[in-house]
């Protein structure tokens, strides 16, 4: 069963840093999305991306953050310039088009900032 | 108001029980309609789409109500492996394809 895969699992890195995570959405998909959860909150929205352009993003998206799909199979979250706050979950997810279609989720990975 | 609403519990059930969670919604221009599951430090992962005129999934009824704008899940017969949280996911409108969850209701199925 094809499904969207995440890398690394888990990324510690020093505040004022950048980080880039990497995602590999499923091939037939053309939504893809980056949605953040801190530890014991809620998942949040952070952009999404269609025809090789961000299609929506959210308040949290702000300079520090940016999205590329640099080879056609790849989906990256670049953090510039990291904070303690960054700490969180990061799921990359992928969806079809259509209505009633859903997201594919992978498994995620987590930012700790220190 | 919250765009997704959703009680967060915890409910805490027997084996066997049934349960219910709604969900609500503030736009009524909202297209599609989820229930996922998210075990914990997991990612989401699909329990079922909420169709206009209900539908079910084995032990797992969704329903849909568009005047109320609200959406319910329904677990019959509990087991042990329901426990996990439970998050209402909506597509708000036509304009934008962004999922939004909401905060996520917490099972508990106790032996």
């Known amino acids: 069963e094809p499904e969207v895969t995440q890398t690394p699992s888990h990324q510690v890195t020093q505040m004022g840093q950048e980080v880039i995570l990497r995602c590999v959405p499923i091939s037939n998909h053309l939504y893809f999305y980056w949605y953040r959860q801190i530890l014991g909150q809620k998942v949040e929205f952070l952009v999404s991306f269609y025809n090789n352009e961000i299609s929506e993003k959210s308040e949290i998206f702000d300079d520090q953050f940016s999205v590329e799909r640099p080879d056609g199979s790849n989906f990256t979250l670049k953090i510039r310039s990291t904070k303690l706050e960054d700490s969180a979950m990061y799921f990359c997810?992928?969806?079809?088009?259509?209505?009633?279609?859903?997201?594919?989720f992978g498994q995620g990975t987590r930012l700790t900032v220190v | 108001r919250k765009e997704v609403e959703q009680d967060p519990g915890p409910f805490n059930v027997p084996e066997g029980a049934t349960v219910a969670f709604n969900c609500t919604y503030s736009n009524s221009a909202s297209q599609s309609f989820f229930w996922y599951r998210q075990d914990c430090r997991k990612e989401p992962k699909l329990l079922m789409s909420v169709y206009s005129s209900g539908n079910e999934d084995g032990r797992f009824t969704a329903q849909l109500n568009r005047a109320s704008q609200y959406i319910s899940l329904l677990i019959r017969d509990s087991k042990l492996s329901d426990s996990a949280t439970y998050l209402c996911v909506v597509i708000l409108d036509t304009g934008r394809r962004a999922l939004t969850f909401g905060s996520g209701t917490r099972l508990q199925v106790q032996p």
């Open positions: 997810a992928s969806r079809r088009t259509g209505m009633n279609t859903e997201a594919f």
